[in-house]
């Protein structure tokens, strides 16, 4: 037995020698594991960028107006879903793994293991960048810099801009003196709207002012002539009216 692994031992080295095979050093290897984890750490940090941003969207959409369109909720949900970033979580995650498997001992763990781990990571840490507002900077950067951004992603501003629908949102531009209900609205596509809101109901504290910002459930009427059935106030309307020095 000690003859045929000295034989072996003898082969192996005689194929070194010959190959000229020189072992590598052990900077070599740390440097692969750095690398590795590096890029565990960069694609989890990603994943969890891309899970505010799911975050982010889903929390600004209104997932209560299927039933004013005529759609199912399970439709909506459908429809609204940030698929563009649902994608690149995944993506991230399979990079995570991927690299995670490569470390010194990743391949002792399973890969529900793994998976897991990482998406728990990066819906913490995405939780983490929404709180921070870091979302909200980042989707405002991708709409100016990225094109057609806002077309791969359903946003807010696409679910509230289908007036033919019965969905407008924009900005009052003027208020009807002689009805005080009406006023003039300038939609996101720089529309200008007449909106009759003498039988609408408002949800929110704020009157009607030019300048603010509104969601509008209704009909076409006419051309340019908006019903409103249910009028909403953008979120954090009443503090930006404090801040310029009015009341809400």
Do not use: C
Not at 13 to 39: A, E, G, H, Q
Not at 82 to 107: M, Q, S
Not at 214 to 226: A, C, E, R, S, V
């Amino acid at each position: 037995m000690m003859n045929k692994m000295s034989k072996v031992s003898n082969q192996v080295l005689n194929i070194i020698k010959d190959n000229r095979i020189k072992p590598k050093p052990r900077w070599y290897f740390l440097t692969k594991n750095y690398l590795i984890w590096s890029l565990f750490s960069l694609s989890v940090i990603l994943g969890s960028i891309s899970f505010s941003m799911v975050l982010f969207i889903t929390r600004q959409l209104d997932w209560d107006i299927y039933r004013y369109v005529g759609e199912s909720w399970l439709k909506t949900v459908f429809i609204s879903l940030p698929y563009f970033w649902v994608i690149f979580l995944l993506i991230f995650l399979g990079v995570a793994y991927y690299n995670f498997i490569h470390t010194r001992r990743g391949y002792r763990f399973k890969i529900f293991s793994i998976l897991l781990s990482s998406l728990i990571i990066s819906i913490i840490l995405g939780s983490l960048f929404y709180a921070r507002g870091f979302s909200e900077s980042l989707e405002n950067i991708f709409r100016e810099k990225i094109p057609y951004y806002n077309k791969m992603v359903y946003t807010w501003e696409r679910q509230w801009m289908q007036p033919e629908r019965g969905l407008i949102t924009g900005t009052i531009q003027e208020i009807d003196l002689s009805r005080q209900t009406d006023f003039v609205l300038i939609d996101l596509n720089n529309n200008l709207w007449k909106i009759e809101a003498a039988n609408a109901l408002w949800k929110g504290k704020l009157a009607p002012y030019p300048g603010l910002k509104l969601k509008i459930i209704g009909q076409i009427k006419d051309t340019n002539i908006f019903e409103a059935k249910e009028i909403r106030i953008w979120p954090g309307e009443g503090q930006r009216r404090k801040a310029k020095g009015g009341h809400p």
